[in-house]
Structures are given as structure tokens and as C-alpha cells.
């Protein structure tokens, strides 16, 4: 990491084998590799969530039998997960969403 790179702050979740695959992990990371490099991820593999808030976005990492997603905020000095799941329906429930917005108010305190 070079000191031009944004660090990770988990507040919720993680990237491990089990559960994900190593293929799923591996792609979990080089995605928030390049997030922390500047990069802007797009379609397919992140899209912006602004139900949650301004610079929220939802990176999507398919495995084998299930899809993950890795709820991220952009900040000016760190990329934020504040949430890690396996997503089962078409839709983001409601209940990750407005645990994500507690989290990022917190983390805006």
C-alpha cells in the first residue's frame, strides 16, 4: 500500500474463506484494491446506493452458489465497509439499508 492509498475501515463484515470462495475472495480484494487506489468501480461490479447516502456504494462479488455484497462509503481519507452479505432476492432489504445509515452516521460523528 503506498501512502497516497486509502485505508479500509470495517466497521461491519469480512472477507473470508469460508464463507466466500477463494475465487469470490480474491475478487472481493482486487475490487477494494483498486477503491483504495482512486479507482471508480462501475457496472457490473459496483453500482451507487443512495438510499444510504451520498457516496455509498454496493460492490457486487458473484461466487459459486451465492451472490455477496460489500456495502462501501467513499470518504475523503478511507473507504468504509459498513456492511458484508449474501444476497438472496433482486432487491437490497430494507433492513441492510437502514442498518447501513445508522452505521454511517455513526461513522460521521
Aim: a positive charge; aromatic letters at 8%.
Amino acid at each position: 500500500m503506498s501512502e497516497n492509498d486509502k485505508p479500509l475501515v470495517w466497521i461491519k463484515g469480512e472477507v473470508k474463506t469460508p464463507p466466500f470462495s477463494t475465487d469470490a475472495r480474491i475478487k472481493a480484494g482486487f475490487l477494494l484494491r483498486r477503491l483504495q487506489k482512486g479507482d471508480i468501480i462501475e457496472l457490473p461490479d459496483s453500482r451507487p446506493m443512495p438510499s444510504i447516502g451520498k457516496n455509498c456504494h454496493e460492490l457486487r462479488v458473484n461466487d459459486k452458489n451465492k451472490t455477496w455484497r460489500i456495502i462501501y462509503f467513499i470518504d475523503d481519507d478511507a473507504i468504509v465497509i459498513l456492511e458484508v452479505f449474501a444476497k438472496k432476492t433482486q432487491k437490497t432489504p430494507q433492513e441492510v439499508i437502514d442498518v447501513c445509515k445508522k452505521r454511517l452516521s455513526r461513522y460521521k460523528q
